[in-house]
């Protein structure tokens, strides 16, 4: 009688132990798949990067790689140090007045050849968008505008500014002074074109650079706080206190 009460018992300990060994596993396969979610996040963004810096690098190698190769020189990346060496010298010549020359001449010429001239000309706005030299540079400056309702803002980028003349509004002889305001809608080169006066733009403490990381990451990238560029807002540096508080607020 001993021995079965014994025997009853074990199975009872054993009925108790099942759900709960059972949940202790669901429960660390549940933590194993978060882990294994958490380091795909991790990871990811690593594997692009290197992937499309092997991928960047062997493209380049293979624009001279095949002469070394016909010399019986098979060295992988001496053809990548030399396309970078390639485009460094062409860069210096072409910043000569030799080749500045023979650049308008080779632009002259693809302007004048019905196809490929649209696609030259939309590929020259498109680096001259990002351009560091200030003085080409499409994007001008960050600006914030309201749009398209009340309290709703957009980012745009001043790409160039005008003077609307001919206006019913007191200032027919000297004109308004308006800022060509581009909006980005799908991506970067896709938008909108608002010609506003500059006293109801708002210009925030971002640099062009900072603007098109926030544009192409569809706002991931935006700071926490954007502050507004005390005596820059407005024309002539004379802005509307109640723009820099709403900026400071976003």
């Known amino acids: 009688m001993a021995g079965r009460e014994r025997e009853r018992e074990r199975d009872k300990d054993q009925l108790l132990l099942i759900p709960v060994a059972a949940d202790r596993a669901a429960a660390t396969a549940a933590a194993a798949g978060g882990h294994e979610e958490e380091t795909s996040v991790i990871l990811l963004p690593i594997a692009i990067t290197f992937y499309t810096t092997w991928w960047f690098i062997r493209v380049v190698d293979g624009f001279f790689s095949p002469i070394y190769i016909h010399l019986g020189i098979n060295v992988f990346g001496l053809g990548f140090a030399t396309s970078i060496t390639f485009i460094f010298l062409a860069g210096v010549f072409m910043s000569s007045w030799l080749g500045a020359s023979l650049l308008g001449l080779g632009e002259l010429f693809i302007k004048k050849t019905p196809l490929v001239r649209h696609i030259y000309s939309a590929s020259?706005?498109?680096?001259?968008?990002?351009?560091?030299?200030?003085?080409?540079?499409?994007?001008?400056?960050?600006?914030?505008?309201?749009?398209?309702?009340?309290?709703?803002?957009?980012?745009?980028?001043?790409?160039?500014?005008?003077?609307?003349?001919?206006?019913?509004?007191?200032?027919?002889?000297?004109?308004?002074?308006?800022?060509?305001?581009?909006?980005?809608?799908?991506?970067?080169?896709?938008?909108?074109?608002?010609?506003?006066?500059?006293?109801?733009?708002?210009?925030?403490?971002l640099s062009v650079r900072e603007a098109i990381e926030i544009v192409l990451s569809g706002g991931m990238s935006v700071p926490h706080i954007i502050s507004a560029v005390e005596g820059v807002v407005g024309l002539g540096g004379h802005g509307r206190p109640g723009a820099i508080r709403v900026a400071r607020y976003l």
């Open 124 to 205: 020259k706005q498109i680096s001259a968008a990002i351009s560091p030299d200030q003085s080409s540079r499409a994007f001008k400056e960050v600006v914030i505008i309201r749009h398209p309702r009340i309290g709703e803002y957009a980012l745009g980028f001043i790409t160039s500014t005008l003077t609307l003349r001919g206006v019913a509004d007191g200032r027919r002889r000297r004109g308004r002074e308006l800022a060509c305001v581009y909006v980005p809608t799908n991506n970067l080169y896709l938008g909108d074109i608002f010609l506003m006066s500059r006293a109801d733009v708002i210009v925030p403490d």
